[in-house]
DNA sequence: AATGAATGAGACTTCATTCAT
DNA sequence: CATGAATGAAGTCTCATTCAT
């Protein structure tokens, strides 16, 4: 399946159909499942997402579903999976060529929306996993903090990163993915449908996760927050002195 | 009523009953029934909460539900509201002694982990409501963000915040929201049950929201990344260079 | 009580409650019930018509209900009996003074249609009475018909009806009463309310109940054909010859 | 479907379930199904007809019942309107061969209480459908008194009937009606079976309509009065003078 | 394999009646 | 007696899954 979601060129295929292999009629029949499936959670969540509307929209008849999926929540469990894993060649392909750690983090985070956009469904599918397919949600939590504890290793032992410990890794996979989804949540869904994130908030993301949000406190009379308090002076917009 | 889901001392209560005037007898099964839906949804979510598991649960008929409420609907749409706001409440009285904006988070982030130890079934009342009792869910976050943004803005007025624009403030709170919900959900969930978050988490979480993650590279040459690179100096712990 | 459905100077009667005797008190309610329940069923119907409406209109507890009333089903069967009555009376009054018999069938029909424009819930409590009331109802239609025996055998005897036996006098009565109910039907209900009946369907009522509607084919060749024949050449009206 | 409550040979029908093409079996069942409805709404009214009653008595699953009708209430909306067509096919036929309007409305008349017979069901369906299915109702009696009127009309331009005015049609259509409606309740109903009419009944219904029931008094002095009186006193029956 | 109708468990909700105060 | 909340039986409808063709 080129795309979970793909609006494939259904016409076309349809006018080859003639032509198609048992095996290839077989695939298209599930890739039509699949992406009928994806499409109507993506619209109306895993609740409100029946059967028989999958079936409908694939052009199949109610029973031909399962012949190609156990039952509705073995293609749940499979639905994030699929895509999930488009998603992630569709980010890696776009930060293949990212000189520092924070440019990689940018990119993939901008890749991230952009494919949110060419997939709008991917947002519930992916956020309302968490309830309907468990299992499949954990699985693709587990494998971007994975992604993202790689990547945060590396760029650690180039001293690119603000992290004692290698046990801060994994935690902090996990808060850049929160603020993903929060920022996703609140900045690119209007009326339930996904749309493309404002530029400024990219930057504000920047400035999260490289200069951090609080300045340490005079108190504590660090070495750190003097370091801080000249960052302060020389980037300038501190309100105060 | 002390809590939603409170397990209060039942049984004393009912041993009381007959001393109850009519009126604390009403609200006490209103708490039940409150009660009793948390708890439910705290365990098994709002999909496969009944009506008839919550009115077993409270020990009084199917019927008596739709004397407290319209729907079941109609109480899930309060849920979260009225544990919301104890929420709120707990967290308020935590947090009246912090000193400077930094530890006034970190006070608001343990206790908020502190609440959800004491109330397991928040987590999922709270996070199943985006689906469940969307407008419900809307308004939570929407409160939390005002909350937010006002204690930000306090903050940056005083110079504690590296923050250039009012208009950063409200992202700025849904990231630390999103922060909030990811460790949450890897580091203070077992088996689907709330448990303390771990000491060193809170750490690392505050380490995030003053330094960042990611130190700016050389090339930019800029004022802040001189800041930052003696920073990195003095602070040591960078692993390489 | 004066009239079920009467909407008696309740106020007033508040005022004077505190001078109420107890059975003036218990009739009261009782009252105040049947009008509630004679209102509520001529709005919406007896199978609409529940026990809250009722105690809500008549401004007493549910449960007062049943200290009056064995029964929802019990009242039900008192409402048309009691308006019933009244009816009765209504028209007994009015056609004291008719002289001839179709003089006195004639105000006795148009009376009906006052009373009901008076009651206008009487018409659903009545009609609907045979599905939700049924002893009541037979209990009515066997009252009206027997007072249209007593009636028509009084007309018989003295020659002003078209009568040949004893026997017809019944079946009789039951045409009028039906043709009473298709006219108020149709031509005394607006939107499911009672309103006047035109005075030109009394007309047509009328000619029906005295010259019947047919007339009857030459080739009976009998002697009451030829005077039928010759009152259609007199009173004229007849399209053609 | 050759009737909607047809008693048909069901188990014949059974036996050859497995010849019965989709198309067929399916018809078979939505007639199963209103058959079921009909004779139960028959039995026990509306209020009392139950979809699982319908089921049953249909021998399908109660799911079934919703692939065919939408709703309870949907299919009551369809009671009516199939049978209704069915006794107006059943009448039509008997009155093809009528030479005079009187003629014409005694078969109809007759033929009315012959169906109802046939079809015991039809009293309550269609006299309860003013309650449960008022649309349909209101539908059938237009449909009806439509034909009324363009009977009558035509028998009136042939100078068979006692009318002035085209305006009085339609009121003596429904006149017409409502004598059918009440002869039938009172005589042609035996423990709330559907029973065959009496004949002495018809000859009754006969007389009202084509000579009236009241004579008109002698007051009027109208040459109209003359001829009744001339009527009255050579058709003989008169009691006495 | 495709079809699409049949199945039936199970959820929500209503409301007459009961009952403790 | 009045109150008004509690009760629970009963009914409608949904939809995942099965099954005969």
């Known amino acids: 399946m080129d795309s979970v979601a793909g609006s494939a060129p259904r016409e076309l295929r349809v006018r080859r159909a003639r032509r198609m292999t ?27 997402t029946m059967v028989s509307t999958i079936t409908a929209r694939a052009k199949v008849a109610q029973g031909t579903f ?18 999930g894993k488009e998603m992630l060649q569709f980010i890696r392909e776009r930060i293949a060529n990212a000189s520092t750690a924070l440019e990689r983090e940018e990119i993939s985070f901008k890749a991230f929306f952009d494919f949110l956009k060419k997939h709008p469904e991917f947002y519930r599918i992916l956020y309302e996993a968490e309830l309907f397919a468990p299992t499949a ?48 949540m609140q900045y690119a869904r209007k009326d339930g449908k996904s749309v ?17 949000i609080f300045t ?26």
Chains 1, 2, 3, 4 share one sequence.
């Not at 399962?66 to 895509?83: G, H, I, T, V």
């Not at 801080?228 to 309100?239: D, I, P, V």
Request: hydrophobic share 35%.
């Open 22 to 48: 048992r095996e290839e009629k077989s695939q298209f029949i599930r890739d039509s499942l699949m992406s009928a499936a994806a499409m109507t959670v993506g619209e109306q969540g895993y609740a409100n």
């Open 66 to 83: 399962y012949n190609y999926f156990e039952s509705k929540q073995a293609l749940f469990d499979q639905l994030l999976p699929e895509l």
């Open 137 to 184: 949600f954990r699985d693709h939590m587990d494998t971007i903090a994975r992604g993202y504890v790689r990547f945060l290793r590396t760029a650690w032992e180039r001293g690119e990163l603000n992290i004692k410990d290698e046990s801060e890794l994994e935690p902090t996979g996990y808060m850049l993915m929160g603020i993903r989804h929060y920022l996703c």
């Open 196 to 212: 493309a994130l404002p530029e400024h908030i990219v930057e504000i993301y920047k400035r999260l996760i490289t200069d951090g």
């Open 216 to 241: 340490v406190p005079e108190t504590s009379a660090s070495g750190a927050a003097k370091a801080r308090q000249s960052r302060a002076e020389g980037g300038g917009g501190g309100k105060g002195v």
